[in-house]
Structures are given as structure tokens and as C-alpha cells.
Nanobody, 126 residues
Framework: VQLVESGGGLVQAGGSLTLTCTISGFTSDDYAIGWFRQPPGKEREGVASISGSDGHTEYEDSVKGRFTVSSDNARHTVHLQMNNLKPEDTAVYYC????????????????????WGHGTQVTVSA
């Protein structure tokens, strides 16, 4: 299983970006994907997650109403649409995944995900 993030960049506060996690090695929709971020000097934190089989999503409180996670199983991609970005959203963003699912619940705990991409930088200027 390989995960590759793309779509990061520099944007002004209030702007939008869409991150994409391209997945290879998944053979069905029995997966969990989480988006995480690591701001400079801080620990990795969960942002959003999605279940491939039922589309169940979960969001960290600070991004609710601004970020939307979605999956395209046919194209093997998971997207994170980020609107109304704030300087505090600046971080390296990672997608983590597990396939097939080995746990009943994944959520926003990065320890539950076994496969990781290399990350994509998101910088939001004031």
C-alpha cells in the first residue's frame, strides 16, 4: 500500500486548497483514511477521517465547517477540501491509511493508521 499526497502550496488567509491522497495497493473499499497535520515544532494531529465502505467522516473541531473529506473509490483518491484557511492551518499535511481494516474504529488517532505518505506543505499567510 502506498499513499502520495499532493495539492499543498502557499495561500492567503481566507483562501482554499484541495489536497489529494492517491492510493495504490487498495483492492477494495474496505479501508480507512485519515488526514493529519504537523505544524512546525508540534506533534502530529488529526484533521479528518473517512471510511471507504460507508463514507463515514469525522473532523477535528477547529476545521468543522471549513474542511471536507471525500473519497473517489473508482480513482483511488481521497480529497481534503480546505476553505477559509487560517494561518494556524499552516503545517505539513499527511494522509494515513489502513487496508483492509483491522480495527472497528480509526478516527483521528494517528497510531491507528499503518501506511503513510510523505506529506505536502500547506502555508497560509496572514
Amino acid at each position: 500500500v502506498q499513499l502520495v499526497e499532493s495539492g499543498g502550496g502557499l495561500v492567503q488567509a481566507g483562501g482554499s486548497l484541495t489536497l489529494t491522497c492517491t492510493i495504490s495497493g487498495f483492492t477494495s473499499d474496505d479501508y480507512a483514511i485519515g488526514w493529519f497535520r504537523q505544524p512546525p515544532g508540534k506533534e502530529r494531529e488529526g484533521v479528518a477521517s473517512i471510511s471507504g465502505s460507508d463514507g463515514h467522516t469525522e473532523y477535528e473541531d477547529s476545521v468543522k465547517g471549513r474542511f471536507t473529506v471525500s473519497s473517489d473509490n473508482a480513482r483511488h483518491t481521497v480529497h481534503l477540501q480546505m476553505n477559509n484557511l487560517k494561518p494556524e492551518d499552516t503545517a505539513v499535511y499527511y494522509c494515513g491509511g489502513d487496508h483492509p481494516r483491522r480495527r472497528a474504529y480509526y478516527g483521528l488517532n494517528y497510531l491507528r493508521y499503518d501506511s503513510w505518505g510523505h506529506g505536502t506543505q500547506v502555508t497560509v499567510s496572514a
